[in-house]
């Protein structure tokens, strides 16, 4: 059985307080994008993980598609036999675009579609938790408002579908721990809820993410990508979570041709 785990970008992102558990509250807007990566199982004598496409670091015992397998496994030991796991990676890593989380996910579905689990998306959502903060959403992979971890989610009415979006992936590390140390929890000056019936030219002057200062002095780069967006005619930027992907959403059919010292891998979704 195959499925096509798809990323994620953060329209506004703001660090609203620091938990006692170590986490922060976040208020933030997620939107599916389609660009995908590819995930297959089929029957196998033994688990066996074979990797594709891009590289992912570490061993295939961290990934999530693995924890996936290994987390519903021990609820229904009787049920999900050994497999052959196939991922192909395209969505690039560490880029604050989610596409580990999605993987994950996506698994879980994946596993109780083919094992007949008769799991809710309720369900699957409490399982996702126990993988990261932000697999919940991508079990309903539907335009959410977030809050909490990343976990508390509500739908919003978003529709980009007039709009094309062009994603930059700039071959830059963030460290995602940094990142949050250098941001003062505040309230959000915004409240999110209000983007479904805000026009999308109106984001650029209301819409913002906490990360985007620190991590723009830190990388310099990654502000000049964002201003080439906007001077080529992009209705609203921004960086996607910690970074570095920033995106751009322009009228339809429309894109920026960005220039870089730096490296970067970039996709087009009309």
């Known amino acids: ?11 506004g992102l703001y660090i609203t307080h620091k938990r006692a558990d170590g986490y922060h509250d976040i208020e933030t807007v997620f939107l599916p994008v389609q660009l995908r990566d590819i995930l297959e199982i089929v029957p196998a004598e033994k688990d066996q993980m074979h990797m594709s496409g891009l ?3 570490g061993s295939f015992s961290d990934n999530l598609v693995w924890k996936a397998l290994q987390l519903l496994r021990a609820s229904y030991p009787d049920k999900i036999p050994a497999i052959d796991i196939y991922l192909h990676k395209v969505i690039p890593m560490g880029a604050g675009l989610g596409g580990g989380s ?3 996910a996506f698994m879980l579905q994946l596993l109780n579609n083919y094992f007949k689990l008769q ?4 369900q699957l959502a409490q399982y996702a938790l126990q993988l990261g903060s932000d697999c919940p959403f991508f079990i309903y992979n539907t335009p959410q408002l977030a809050s909490g971890r990343g976990e508390k989610l509500k739908p919003i009415a ?3 579908s007039a709009y ?3 994603l930059i992936c700039p071959e830059v590390h963030v460290s995602t721990a940094q990142a949050f140390s250098m941001i003062k929890p505040q309230a959000a ?6 983007l479904s019936s805000t026009p999308v030219e109106q984001w650029k002057e209301k819409v913002s993410n906490d990360f985007e200062l620190p991590v723009f002095e830190k990388h310099p780069a990654l502000s000049e990508i964002k201003n080439q967006l906007y001077n080529q005619g992009a ?3 921004s960086m996607s979570g910690s970074g570095s992907a920033l995106y751009g959403i322009f009228p339809k059919g429309s894109r920026a041709t960005v220039k870089s010292d730096v490296a970067f891998k970039e996709f087009f979704v009309a």
């Open 235 to 237: 209705v609203y930027a």
């Open 119 to 122: 799991l809710s998306n309720e």
């Open 1 to 11: 059985m195959l499925c096509f785990p798809n990323c994620k970008i953060n329209i």
């Open 102 to 104: 999605a993987d994950g």
């Open 164 to 166: 094309s979006l062009q």
């Open 55 to 57: 590289t992912v670091a």
């Open 189 to 194: 000056p915004i409240d999110l809820s209000s």
């Open 158 to 160: 978003l529709d980009l």
